[in-house]
Nanobody, 123 residues
Framework: QVQLVESGGGLVQAGGSLRLSCAAS????????MHWFRQAPGKEREFVAA????????YYADSVKGRFTISRDNAKNTVYLQMNSLKPEDTAVYYC????????????????WGQGTQVTVSS
């Protein structure tokens, strides 16, 4: 069993930065590819970024490419999402998800989800 806990969300002005963290319990964190998703009010959940088990491969949604950076520290059982040049349209609840599937391509099945952290970007 793996528990994921996101943190680092908050209120920031447009153009600002935030770094989200997703801490995982258990000793098997390195077995999972890690993905970030977000969901804005009234909208469907959308993929943001993903990182492979070793951290060597990353993948981003076009909407965040060049502004967001995903990384992981397997020694700390944590995945990060550095968000720069934030825009009001980045406002959403951000979730991390873990998958045993060795892929950074977003799919439909994930083994574990976090509870989410709110990011609000004011204009």
């Amino acid at each position: 069993q793996v528990q994921l806990v996101e943190s680092g969300g908050g209120l920031v002005q447009a153009g600002g930065s935030l770094r989200l963290s997703c801490a995982a319990s258990g000793r098997t964190f390195s077995r999972y590819a890690m993905h970030w998703f977000r969901q804005a009010p009234g909208k469907e959940r959308e993929f943001v970024a993903a990182i492979s088990r070793s951290g060597g491969i990353t993948y981003y949604a076009d909407s965040v490419k060049g502004r967001f950076t995903i990384s992981r520290d397997n020694a700390k059982n944590t995945v990060y999402l550095q968000m720069n040049s934030l825009k009001p349209e980045d406002t959403a609840v951000y979730y991390c998800a873990a998958t045993l599937a060795p892929t950074v391509v977003p799919g439909d099945e994930y083994d574990y989800w976090g509870q989410g952290t709110q990011v609000t970007v004011s204009s």
